[in-house]
């Protein structure tokens, strides 16, 4: 089994920055894949950005050149650095794991989830 634990998130202004960050415990030796997904009320679910253990990224074409995501691997830990947020933005914050490649686009459901962290952004 593996836990996902996010942090990071909170309420900022257009414009603002925040980084999310996602621990990883238990059997983390399987993961291949991590990534970051967010639902908004009354959206659905979408795929924020993805990283893979060979360090492929994908992101959704609404975050390119805003959010950067990333890994450190001897922490087990996955980030998502938000950079120029728009209210837009707002959504509940998921990070996912899989022993399987996804991407921000893929229809795959990841096996592992945390249990989300909020992000909320005003004009």
């Known amino acids: 089994q593996v836990q996902l634990v996010e942090s990071g998130g909170g309420s900022v202004q257009a414009g603002g920055s925040l980084r999310l960050s996602c621990a990883a415990f238990?059997?983390?030796?399987?993961?291949?894949?991590m990534g970051w997904f967010r639902q908004a009320p009354g959206k659905e679910r979408e795929g924020v950005a993805t990283?893979?253990?060979?360090?492929?990224?994908t992101y959704t074409d609404s975050v390119k050149g805003r959010f950067t995501i990333s890994q450190d691997n001897a922490k087990n830990t996955l980030y998502l650095q938000m950079n120029s947020l728009k209210p837009e933005d707002t959504a509940m914050y998921y990070c996912?794991?899989?022993?399987?490649?996804?991407?921000?686009?893929?229809?795959?459901?990841?096996?592992?989830w945390g249990q989300g962290t909020q992000v909320t952004v005003s004009s």
């Open positions: 996912a794991a899989d022993p399987f490649s996804f991407g921000a686009y893929s229809d795959y459901v990841p096996n592992y």
């Open positions: 238990g059997y983390t030796y399987n993961i291949y894949c």
């Open positions: 990283i893979n253990s060979d360090g492929i990224t």
